[in-house]
């Protein structure tokens, strides 16, 4: 399974960037997609969630501002952030695992990680 998150860039306070993940070598319905990000000098945190059958977990900071989406047919990820404060600058990862429930959030559950993607927001 290769997994590639685009889609970053340098975006302005209160901005709305989509980020994708395009994702091959696995076939769409088998997998849970999700996004996480890393902070210089942070560990690597959760932020959304979307499974085979659409249901959506967010990370609280993500909640009301960022919209996790998939479109299975091109087998491609999405994440709509609004709304972005300098606190959401960092790599975005994409992730896929074949499972959910309440260890969405744990690193070491998924199976599959992209190259991330730099989102980096100027006040």
């Known amino acids: 399974v290769q997994l590639q998150a685009s889609g970053g860039g340098l975006v302005q306070a209160g901005g709305s960037p989509r980020l994708s993940c395009g994702a091959s070598?696995?076939?769409?319905?088998?997998?849970?997609m999700g996004w996480f990000r890393q902070a210089p000098g942070k560990e690597r945190e959760f932020v959304a969630a979307i499974s085979l059958h659409r249901s959506n977990k967010y990370a609280d900071s993500a909640k009301g501002r960022f919209t996790i989406s998939r479109d299975i047919a091109k087998n491609i990820l999405y994440l709509q952030m609004n709304v972005l404060t300098p606190e959401d600058s960092a790599v975005y990862y994409c992730?896929?695992?074949?499972?959910?429930?309440?260890?969405?959030?744990?690193?070491?559950?998924?199976?599959?990680w992209g190259k991330g993607t730099l989102v980096t927001v100027s006040s």
């Open positions: 992730a896929a695992g074949n499972f959910w429930g309440p260890s969405i959030a744990t690193l070491g559950r998924w199976d599959y």
């Open positions: 070598g696995c076939a769409p319905d088998l997998y849970t």
